[in-house]
């Protein structure tokens, strides 16, 4: 550019136009800059919240292999204990008595437990964090309460009669039609109206959760209502329910020492008898038959001291006593069950129902005192507890498979049901 104008005067050089552009940024980030603290935490702060859909997404990810397998129960348990309820209820080889009753009530039981607290649980494990509805909320709650009790309460009446007919089996038994009367007062009233104070104060409570930038995001779960945290009801009636379980489990381990207690006294009395005696019998299904005709020596005094709960169907003619066709029913009337069936397979099976049932509740109750916890488990921590939290739900789908080992009949039963079905079908048509 020329240094001087049109006049000759010389004049200073002349800047170029960028150098004014650049001296404006300059200007405009530090001013930015300049910005106080406070504003600058806040835009670095929003920038690094994980929003609520972003983390209950990330640890329903983790929980989706355990829904599957809670998915598989809930199937398995609702065709089992369908199958449990059509065999038994239509196949003519089950007669009314307390086997079949305990056995339709817990498939009942669990058949509800399969249709409603395991796709609750399910849904919830998908929306965890992010649980808005109080109704489902409380749905939820009212089946976990009522599944739990009702169960628990089931198995101390078979427990108990259990009991009365493994060692006191000349005592007054519990018939078929007092135990429908006692199972529907005891496992289904009273788990209801259990499950009523649960429900209510069961709802949705909002709090907040470390994510994973380390900063805070708001979360919504379904547990005791904020007002309900502190009240004294709540505890009154967590720990009501922490001792119900708790005690009818001591009970049943002391029913069941005496059953086996009592059980392994008579079946080594049996076998001395056996080794003393000529049983000329027909063996049916692994079960003796109670009209067949049964010739036992009793001139043996220790087999008769042994024995001395037989007496009122013994007589000494001969050294020798029968038991007919004609007194076939009075003899498994009078007769103690181990001596008239060998092994209690009954008995065993109860026994192995509730030995489950007490080491997943006990296993639900230890980790209950760690659900305040979970607010700050991360992902796989949280996957892993969830499962042994809620193991509880193999009670629910585990009959058939204990009845399909130890019972021949409803294996048989089961391949057979198909004709029965459709003979019972064609009845009702016809």
């Known amino acids: 550019m020329c240094e001087y104008s049109c006049r000759g005067e010389k004049r200073g050089p002349v800047q170029p136009r960028y150098h004014k552009i650049s001296a404006y940024m300059f200007s405009t980030m530090w001013a930015y800059n300049t910005l106080s603290d406070d504003g600058l935490n806040f835009t670095i702060s929003s920038a690094n ?23 598989v129960f809930t199937l398995f348990g609702f065709l089992g204990n369908l199958l449990i309820l059509i065999v038994f209820s239509l196949s003519r080889e089950y007669r009314r008595n307390n086997f079949k009753v305990f056995v339709l009530t817990l ?4 058949l509800i437990t399969c249709m409603t ?63 429908v009367k006692v199972l529907i007062g005891v496992a289904i009233v009273f788990p209801i109206c259990l499950a009523i104070p649960g429900t209510v104060m069961c709802g949705i409570n909002t709090t907040t959760m470390v994510n994973k930038y380390g900063t805070n995001t708001t979360i919504h779960l379904c547990e005791t209502e ?68 049964i010739h036992e020596p009793t001139n043996d005094l220790s087999i008769r001291k042994e024995n001395n709960s037989m007496h009122d169907i013994q007589n000494g003619v001969n050294g020798k006593h029968s038991v007919t066709r004609s007194s076939g029913q009075s003899h498994k009337r009078h007769t103690p069950m181990l001596q008239r069936h060998g092994f209690p397979t009954k008995t065993m099976i109860w026994f192995i ?9 006990l296993t639900h109750i230890i980790l209950s005192l760690r659900v305040g916890r979970i607010v700050t488990m991360e992902p796989g921590e949280f996957a892993s507890f969830s499962f042994f939290f809620r193991i509880y739900f193999v009670n629910h789908m585990i009959n058939p498979l204990v009845y399909a080992i130890f019972v021949t009949r409803f294996r048989d039963s089961c391949r057979n049901i198909g004709p029965i079905i459709m003979e019972k079908l064609s009845q009702l048509l016809c």
């Open 49 to 71: 919240v994980e929003s609520l859909e972003d983390l209950n997404k990330r640890y329903a990810d983790a929980l989706l292999p355990l829904t599957i397998t809670f998915g």
């Open 117 to 179: 607290l395991m796709p609750a649980e399910m849904v919830k494990q998908r929306n965890f964090f992010e649980f808005e509805n109080a109704l489902q909320c409380k749905f939820k709650c009212f089946f976990n309460v009522f599944g739990a009790s009702s169960s628990c309460l089931a198995l101390l009446v078979i427990s108990v009669d259990r009991f009365r007919k493994v060692v006191q089996p000349f005592k007054k038994q519990l018939t078929p039609k007092l135990a």
């Open 353 to 361: 129902l509730t030995i489950v049932f007490i080491v997943t509740y």
């Open 226 to 293: 904020e007002r309900f945290e502190a009240s004294v009801w709540r505890n009154i009636y967590k720990w009501i329910f922490i001792i119900l379980l708790g005690g009818i489990s001591m009970a049943y381990i002391i029913l069941y020492t005496f059953v086996m207690r009592a059980a392994a006294k008579q079946i080594k009395a049996i076998s001395l008898q056996r080794n003393n005696s000529s049983f000329d019998c027909i063996q049916t299904s692994g079960i003796f038959d109670p009209n067949m005709v």
């Open 107 to 110: 498939a009942v039981i669990d």
